[in-house]
């Protein structure tokens, strides 16, 4: 793991797991007094952690070509997260009372 310094595989390790939080703490949200809208947010925040593990496995693995394409594949599941969680918050902003 040489190719990357400890304070980048600090930032690394620590968004992972903020996300993971993150996520937990929006289902947490969902299931309190049933807010039901939140379940699609936390749910659409997955695709975005899969891709940060896909970064950080290949980074594990000091960046070899035969694992190239997890860097493919992360930015697949970042567009694709980035756009479920575009969708999920237009669903709750548009199915939630606490906007009007």
């Known amino acids: 793991m040489h190719e990357l310094s400890f304070t980048t595989?600090?930032?690394?390790i620590s968004s992972v797991l903020e996300?993971?939080?993150?996520?937990?703490?929006v289902n947490q949200i969902s299931s309190y007094k049933n807010y039901t809208y939140f379940f699609w947010l936390g749910l659409?925040?997955?695709?975005?952690?899969?891709?940060?593990?896909?970064?950080?496995?290949?980074?594990?693995?000091?960046n070899p070509?035969?694992?190239?394409?997890?860097?493919?594949?992360?930015g697949i599941f970042t567009t694709i997260?980035?756009?479920?969680?575009?969708?999920?918050?237009?669903?709750?902003?548009?199915?939630?009372s606490y906007y009007e």
């Open 9 to 12: 595989w600090v930032i690394h």
């Open 19 to 25: 996300w993971i939080f993150a996520i937990f703490v």
């Open 44 to 62: 659409a925040m997955i695709p975005n952690l899969i891709g940060a593990m896909c970064a950080i496995t290949w980074h594990i693995y000091d």
């Open 65 to 74: 070509m035969q694992l190239y394409g997890l860097v493919s594949l992360q």
């Open 81 to 96: 997260g980035n756009s479920t969680l575009a969708l999920a918050s237009f669903y709750l902003y548009k199915n939630s």
